[in-house]
């Protein structure tokens, strides 16, 4: 039967094609954001991070947007692979958490076919 | 270690049972933080220790959860009378002090309570 809690919104992509994973947070103070990837049964994994005083930073093909004005936060993956699969969850950070822990957001699936 | 380390990897409890759930932060990292991960779900923030300074507690679901870092080293986290809505992924983060951004996470422990 359908268990509660699997509905994570899922993307997916042909190998070789990009991605675009989206986010959106609530907080205006956030001045940190942090984008993780989890494959199945591991704990999440840096992928790429950007503070608030850009708008944009990129890395080995992984590149993320960031737009304060909307609170809104892309990761785009160029030529996925298929160990590009996994889950992923965008997280931020204010200055007011505790230690600068992270608060994570629900995570998008990303499946990607040959 | 290279990396954090959790144990055990797995735990099988029945209701009522205590259990206790090992953190092995990376050498010199002195901000340690326990998440829970339902499954399908972003991490929850749980706990956060500076050295052996449990600084935040908010998370903690009730008052049967319990942390500790004694040495401001290894973490503990325990659980008492275990319950099955206590069954999720619990994951270990440690990073450097300062707003240097990075949690670097382990593995998690899965606890499945029946």
């Known amino acids: 039967g359908e268990s509660v809690g699997l509905h994570l919104p899922t993307l997916s992509v042909q190998e070789g094609d990009n991605s675009i994973i989206n986010c959106a947070y609530s907080n205006s103070a956030s001045d940190y954001f942090i984008w993780y990837k989890q494959e199945s049964g591991k704990g999440p994994q840096f992928i790429i991070d950007i503070r608030s005083n850009m708008d944009k930073r990129q890395g080995q093909r992984v590149t993320v947007l960031l737009n304060k004005t909307v609170k809104h936060l892309s990761l785009q993956i160029a030529a996925t692979q298929p160990g590009d699969s996994a889950v992923y969850f965008c997280?931020?950070?204010?200055?007011?958490?505790?230690?600068?822990?992270?608060?994570f957001g629900k995570g998008t699936s990303l499946l990607v076919t040959p | 270690g290279a990396g954090v380390s959790q144990s055990p990897r797995y735990k099988v409890a029945k209701r009522g049972q205590d259990v206790a759930l090992r953190c092995d932060p990376i050498s010199g990292h002195v901000s340690l933080f326990w998440y829970q991960q339902a499954l399908g779900q972003g991490p929850e923030f749980l706990t956060y220790?500076?050295?052996?300074?449990?600084?935040?507690k908010s998370g903690l679901p009730s008052d049967r959860f319990f942390a500790e870092r004694p040495e401001g080293s290894v973490s503990t986290l325990k659980i008492q009378r275990t319950q099955q809505e206590d069954s999720a992924v619990y994951l270990c983060?440690?990073?450097?002090?300062?707003?240097?951004?990075?949690?670097?996470f382990g593995e998690g422990s899965r606890l499945t309570v029946l």
């Open positions: 983060a440690s990073s450097l002090p300062g707003a240097t951004g990075e949690l670097f």
């Open positions: 220790f500076q050295n052996e300074a449990q600084l935040d």
């Open positions: 997280a931020e950070r204010s200055p007011s958490n505790s230690g600068y822990a992270l608060n």
